[in-house]
């Protein structure tokens, strides 16, 4: 079975590649990588590596495990600004993953997909597994800002510039990005809050992340808040910093992110999967319910048609 399925995650169907060369990176025959090219609409080249190393259990077949680890660039941006990470995930959900991908990737028709949610909502990390599963790149938008002021980070761009000065840059790089395609997106937090942004975003799907709040104010507050420039005028311990203010953020804008295509809920899969919290949920799993979201848009929208019996 994992024999197979290896040769599945191999094989260039996955990931849609018309040239590509196979080399071993690693002694064992569960280890391996795919380099290939691809062609996008607009005549850019995108190079992209892809690893995939299996890690058996001896124990049960059902928990085996997968690695996928890939990287990507651009021609008009560097592989630190445009690329895909890597993801562990239980060997079945990465089967679920594949298969879900190869269904409605060709109904994207190379559309990008847009994350949106508040801070700490895992955009970043569910975004690089997507665009694995995809075969698409994973753009940072933040990061983009950060490229095109000299490398000043967001926290020092408030500082120094402003909000208004900051969100200027962040619409500058969206109407950039919704010229392109197959890319999958991780918007800042507050990306929603301008009109404009979403008509830009609705050039391709957008995804909203929706966390707990919570959640969000644990995850921040076990990294801490120097990269949150939101959150620095708030007193109190930083957990209890975090919630208050995020509390806030959410009220202001919780209504902006329901314009999102497709809306992915931590606490309504915890709660199918009988999880206490949303803290157990793999990265691999809130991937495979956001292809899933996606999916009923495209149905919804006539893009994949729904049989009738």
């Not at 995108?46 to 077949?61: C, G, P, T």
């Not at 209890?240 to 806030?248: E, P, Y």
């Not at 497709?262 to 999967?273: G, P, W």
């Amino acid at each position: 079975m994992e024999a197979r399925v290896l040769q599945q995650l191999q094989h260039p169907t996955w990931i849609d590649s018309d040239k590509f060369a196979r080399k071993p990176t690693g002694t064992g025959s569960g280890s391996s990588s795919v380099r290939y090219s691809r062609r996008m609409k607009e005549e850019q080249r995108l190079q992209v590596m892809i690893s995939a190393q299996f890690q058996l259990n001896k124990a049960s077949n059902r928990r085996n495990s997968v690695s996928v680890e890939v990287t990507c660039s651009y021609k008009n941006f560097p592989a630190s600004i445009v690329e895909s990470g890597s993801f562990y995930a239980p060997f079945d959900d990465a089967v679920m993953l594949k298969n879900k991908s190869q269904e409605i990737e060709p109904y994207l028709s190379g559309r990008c997909i847009y994350l949106v949610g508040m801070m700490g909502s895992g955009k970043t990390t569910v975004g690089k597994v997507l665009s694995g599963v995809l075969g698409y790149s994973f753009v940072d938008s933040d990061a983009l800002v950060e490229q095109d002021t000299d490398g000043t980070t967001v926290a020092e761009i408030f500082k120094l510039y402003g909000e208004g000065y900051f969100r200027n840059k962040e619409t500058e790089v969206l109407r950039k990005l919704s010229l392109m395609h197959r890319l999958v997106v991780s918007t800042g937090g507050g990306v929603v809050t301008q009109p404009i942004n979403w008509k830009y975003m609705h050039k391709g799907i957008s995804v909203w992340l929706d966390v707990p709040l919570e959640a969000l104010a644990e995850r921040i507050a076990a990294v801490g808040t120097g990269s949150r420039p939101l959150l620095h005028h708030e007193s109190g311990d930083t957990y209890t910093k975090a919630l208050r203010r995020l509390s806030t953020i959410l009220e202001e804008r919780g209504e902006a992110y329901a314009n999102a295509n497709a809306r992915v809920s931590l606490e309504n899969i915890a709660a199918k999967l009988g999880h206490r919290d949303v803290s157990s949920l793999t990265p691999a799993t809130i991937a495979l319910q956001a292809l899933e979201e996606i999916e009923g848009y495209l149905k919804e929208e006539g893009s994949i048609a729904i049989a009738e019996f």
